[in-house]
């Protein structure tokens, strides 16, 4: 497959690991069912014991580089893997005061493996070619996840919702013993610890990179935006008249058309500059929410929910290669880390400030919405600009490599990716053109 060329057989292996474990990760969609149904508990204490573990889960993603960094991020991945997959398997026999802390440590042990899991993919690829192999990974998960909540329902059905703990827990165990058979155990970028005591820190790395900065607020906004969709988006469609059914149909437009045109997307504009990939895919999703506010008729919530998938195509799996294409070799893990955790703090704050919006006033949600995802599109297109550029020249300059004892001039068009490497502006040039 030619859009595959030039990905590397590990990141090919890991990306099939992670479907593997994505067909098993269905506890997620039926823990509050689960919670509610078997365990008894009320929509209150399952609500509570739900969003504890979400924080868990947002807390994991945003510290698993750090440990990656210091520890080595095979390391972590195995460690987060097992502990999450014990947690998991143990879970259906704790008694219920036991959640409020078991369910918060899987999930933040699910966490760090995913950001180990985009540390290992970073230093797996040069400079240049990151954009297919992230989006190779997305789209094995993504496969993942549609296979996932189908046969979750089918198991919980056949049997008990204690089998899906189990299933789940079983099958990350086996995704750990699997990433340990395909990933070296010595001597290369996925074991050895990249801490360095004498390189800059993360906040000096950071300021170094104000593009990087801009581009990370970007996509927590975008993220609390994006993921109304799973909360406030099925409420909406219901007080108009929508059955869940309707609503099933649109998430399944959502994740067919990235399964069928994120590979193909990612190659066709690998060469293309990425702040305005991403600044465009935000304005996408801007636009689609824009889109309900006349009303929400069939035709309105399909346009919605195409221009929405349209823009997570393009910003996903762009924004992620150009964060790993930015990070200095000694910070990667905590450069992915903060991205990971930024993608994914919607999940624990989209429902209570969007819920709280819709029931404040309901004809203010689209709005705000769309106004919160075309301003953040709107930041990360204008952090091309050259004065973006020359600052982080500038602060770079001024933070050696580590192992050097005066700043070194980069050479031109050197290349990032490198601890104490300049950061380069972004330029209509696939030469200078960072994750080009």
């Known amino acids: 497959m030619g859009m595959l060329r030039g990905v590397p057989r590990t990141v090919r292996l890991l990306a099939f690991g992670a479907f593997l474990n994505a067909v098993v990760s269905f506890t997620f969609v039926y823990l509050f069912v689960y919670l509610t149904g078997p365990r008894g508990l009320s929509v209150a204490q399952a609500g509570l014991i739900s969003g504890i573990g979400g924080i868990g889960l947002v807390a994991g993603n945003f510290t698993g580089g750090w440990f990656g960094d210091r520890y080595g991020h095979r390391r972590m991945l195995l460690a987060g893997a097992c502990a999450s ?41 040069p400079e240049g070619g990151r954009r297919r192999s992230f989006a190779l990974s997305r789209f094995a998960s993504n496969g993942g996840f549609t296979v996932g909540p189908p046969l979750g329902a089918l198991i919980a059905g056949q049997y008990s919702y204690g089998w899906l703990f189990l299933a789940d827990g079983l099958g990350t165990l ?29 906040w000096q790395e950071l300021r170094a990179r104000p593009a990087v900065m801009v581009l990370l607020g970007a996509i927590v906004c975008v993220d609390l935006v994006y993921r109304q969709q799973y909360s406030t988006l099925p409420v909406f469609l219901a007080d108009h008249g929508f059955d869940a059914q309707f609503y099933g149909w649109l998430i399944a437009i959502n994740g067919g058309v990235i ?15 990425p702040l305005s990939i991403v600044g465009a895919g935000l304005l996408l999703v801007g636009l689609g929410y824009a889109v309900l506010i006349p009303g929400a008729g069939v035709l309105f919530a399909v346009t919605m929910m195409l221009s929405l998938t349209a823009g997570e195509i393009l910003y996903k799996t762009t924004a992620t290669a150009y964060v790993a294409d930015q990070a200095p070799a000694h910070a990667q893990g905590r450069f992915q880390s903060l991205y990971a955790g930024a993608s994914i703090s919607g999940q624990v704050l989209a429902p209570p400030l969007g819920g709280a919006l819709y029931v ?49 001039a980069p050479a031109a ?14 330029t209509g040039s696939p030469a200078h053109r960072p994750g080009g």
């Not at 404040?360 to 930041?379: D, E, I, R, T």
């Open 413 to 426: 068009g050197g290349a990032p990716g490198q601890a104490g490497r300049t950061p380069r502006p972004e």
């Open 174 to 202: 086996l995704f750990a013993a699997y990433a340990a058979a395909i990933l070296p155990a010595r001597g290369t970028a996925h074991t050895k610890p990249a801490h360095d005591p004498g390189a800059p820190g993360l």
């Open 85 to 125: 997959g014990a947690a998991l398997v143990t879970l259906p026999l704790l008694p219920v005061a036991a959640l409020y802390a078991v369910l918060p440590l899987a999930q933040y042990a699910a966490g760090v493996v995913r950001a180990a899991n985009a540390a290992l993919v970073a230093v797996s690829v």
């Open 259 to 273: 399964l069928l045109l994120e590979l193909p997307a990612a190659h066709a504009l690998r060469s293309r500059a």
């Open 360 to 408: 404040a006033s309901p004809a203010l949600l689209w709005p705000v919405c769309a106004a919160v995802a075309c301003g953040a599109g709107m930041a990360v297109l204008a952090a091309r600009r050259p004065a973006f550029a020359s600052r982080a020249s500038t602060a770079a300059r001024t933070c050696p490599p580590p192992g050097l004892s005066a700043p070194a």
